[in-house]
């Protein structure tokens, strides 16, 4: 009796498993199961592509409005702006008459802002609540210098002075520029800041039937004078700041809009949530099954299971799907609170939905990965894996060495090479063999030396990432292809579970005849001879 128990313990064991490791539409033809999570998956496919594109046309209306306006404060307020920053700041001064022509020049655009703006912008008040400009200036606190006898004789202490002009002091140009303030000396002159905030609203959201946005500029111009070459480099930086407006009255159909977008925002997040609740369930089943295996294994065959056999139990396509439908839930709640003006952190949402949407997408592959030739990327990848990992970490050391090497050489005579994020980005455009002969030209030959080092260095990286690292990398790849093919051709090494899975004789008695209905929509209506064509994942 108790030896028939556990037989029978066992063939349940065994059809479960076999159940669990079931596509979608074998468990509705074994047991009619209606496959619930394919059905969201797809629903929520169309829903969350069709919020992340009207999400993606909003947000760049928004990036749109701050490029454009820091443009127009650019030719606003620098004098002489050609519409071309130079390097990485906007422009420059050579004299001291041009310094004090550009510094004067921003502080009556600034006052003259009204009338000759074509923008929706007006004063701001700063963070001790003023309106005008600060304007600061950095020095050293006392010396003298002359380089004809090369004498120097200086503090290297830092001063900071400021001081505010505001609409009413700005009315009277004579009498800011005379005072003492504004007389500098440039040997001792560190950088002069001005600072100022404007306001502005973006009506062209209107157009898309939306409310509009208020914001708020932050603006910094900084003439940089810290290296005492002779060149006077000027920065422009604006920070743009979304908030409230305290009053809209439009008329019209925005607010209806914006009702419809809010519902179908929440449709979304109850979709996710349900396809979050049923993902959770099938991992907590499979844990829960897991368990019942290790035990009977141990218990009948007196070992552990191997890890390999551990991990089928694990679905990293349901956890993929739950961190889904976990950034999509938040970016829609996000989403939601900045079309009401409670949030205005576009560039996070952004994210959230932006990744979230491709996971979606990617997890599609799982559902064409029960069909033997669309799941070679899935296998091959997979096996391929672990191998390229320790080679890239190989190869990661020799990089890193080459793009320290660079920065430190060529960072001084190429404009590629001058930070270490653009060496790392230049030397990965080489690997792909991309703009070689710009980077090899643009090196300047102020130093021989310099110069044939830089050409040693370009031609054994390229010469050893190309055809020697970059092809083993391939090779690693096209041989894990070449075993998963004659796996498929020869049949996959069996595992414990494998085995014990083979057991099952009962599996044609849970075939029954589908409905017409949901035979087209699985598209899987096979005969028993052709199950060899199912590969489980």
């Known amino acids: 009796m108790a030896h028939l128990d556990s037989e029978v313990k066992e063939e349940c064991l065994r059809e479960d498993l076999k159940f669990y490791f079931m596509n979608p539409c074998e468990k509705y033809r074994a047991r009619h199961q209606i496959p619930w999570k394919l059905g969201l998956q797809i629903l929520k496919i169309v829903m969350v592509t069709t919020q992340l594109v009207r999400f993606g046309l909003s947000n760049q209306l928004v990036v749109a409005f701050k490029e454009e306006n820091t443009v127009a404060f650019k030719y606003l307020f620098l004098k002489g702006y050609s519409g071309v920053d130079e390097d990485n700041y906007s422009c420059s001064v050579y004299t001291q008459e041009d310094a004090y022509e550009s510094i004067f020049y921003v502080i009556n655009q600034y006052h003259r802002l009204k009338n000759i703006s074509l923008g929706t912008v007006g004063y701001g008040e700063n963070e001790e609540n003023k309106i005008g400009l600060k304007v600061c200036k950095q020095y050293y606190k006392k010396g003298t210098m002359f380089p004809a006898n090369e004498t120097l004789n200086i503090d290297s202490d830092i001063e900071t002075d400021c001081t505010h002009l505001d609409l009413q002091a700005l009315a009277s140009p004579r009498d800011w520029k005379n005072t003492s303030f504004f007389t500098l000396e440039f040997y001792r002159l560190l950088q002069v800041e001005i600072s100022f905030h404007l306001k502005g609203i973006d009506l062209q959201t209107i157009l898309s039937r939306e409310s509009p946005d208020c914001y708020i500029f932050q603006n910094t111009i900084i003439f940089d004078n810290k290296a005492h070459s002779g060149k006077i480099k000027i920065y422009f930086d604006s920070d743009a700041h979304i908030e409230e407006c305290k009053e809209l009255n439009i008329s019209g159909s925005v607010q209806k809009n914006t009702q419809y977008v809010l519902v179908f925002d929440a449709f979304v997040i109850v979709i996710c949530s349900a396809s979050l609740i049923l993902c959770t369930r099938s991992i907590v089943l499979a844990l829960s099954l897991r368990k019942r295996f290790l035990s009977f294994f141990l218990e009948k065959y007196k070992r552990r299971v191997c890890d390999a056999d551990q991990w089928e139990f694990i679905n990293g396509w349901y956890v993929l799907v739950i961190i889904s439908d976990l950034m999509t839930i938040i970016g829609s709640i996000l989403k939601m609170e900045i079309k009401v003006?409670?949030?205005?952190?576009?560039?996070?949402?952004?994210?959230?939905?932006?990744?979230?949407?491709?996971?979606?997408?990617?997890?599609?592959?799982?559902?064409?990965?029960?069909?033997?030739?669309?799941?070679?990327?899935?296998?091959?990848?997979?096996?391929?894996?672990?191998?390229?990992?320790?080679?890239?970490?190989?190869?990661?050391?020799?990089?890193?060495?080459?793009?320290?090497?660079?920065?430190?050489?060529?960072?001084?005579?190429?404009?590629?090479?001058?930070?270490?994020?653009?060496?790392?980005?230049?030397?990965?455009?080489?690997?792909?063999?991309?703009?070689?002969?710009?980077?090899?030209?643009?090196?300047?030959?102020?130093?021989?030396?310099?110069?044939?080092?830089?050409?040693?260095?370009?031609?054994?990286f390229i010469s050893l990432f190309i055809y020697m690292i970059l092809s083993l990398f391939i090779a690693l790849i096209t041989d894990s292809y070449d075993t998963i093919k004659k796996y498929q051709?020869?049949?996959?090494?069996?595992?414990?579970?494998?085995?014990?899975?083979?057991?099952?004789?009962?599996?044609?008695?849970?075939?029954?005849?589908?409905?017409?209905?949901?035979?087209?929509?699985?598209?899987?209506?096979?005969?028993?001879?052709?199950?060899?064509?199912?590969?489980?994942?």
Request: proline share 2%.
């Open 489 to 537: 051709q020869n049949g996959f090494p069996e595992t414990d579970l494998q085995e014990f899975l083979k057991g099952c004789s009962s599996r044609e008695e849970y075939r029954a005849e589908s409905s017409a209905f949901l035979s087209c929509i699985c598209c899987l209506r096979r005969k028993g001879s052709d199950d060899h064509l199912i590969l489980t994942n």
């Open 341 to 460: 003006k409670n949030l205005t952190n576009y560039d996070l949402c952004s994210i959230l939905l932006g990744t979230s949407t491709l996971l979606v997408w990617v997890g599609v592959i799982r559902y064409l990965g029960y069909f033997q030739k669309y799941n070679v990327l899935i296998l091959t990848m997979q096996a391929s894996l672990p191998k390229v990992l320790r080679f890239c970490a190989c190869a990661g050391m020799i990089y890193l060495g080459y793009t320290f090497c660079g920065w430190i050489v060529l960072g001084p005579y190429h404009n590629k090479f001058v930070a270490l994020n653009t060496v790392s980005e230049c030397l990965f455009s080489l690997v792909n063999g991309d703009d070689m002969f710009a980077t090899f030209a643009q090196i300047q030959q102020k130093s021989i030396m310099v110069w044939l080092f830089s050409r040693l260095y370009l031609y054994s």
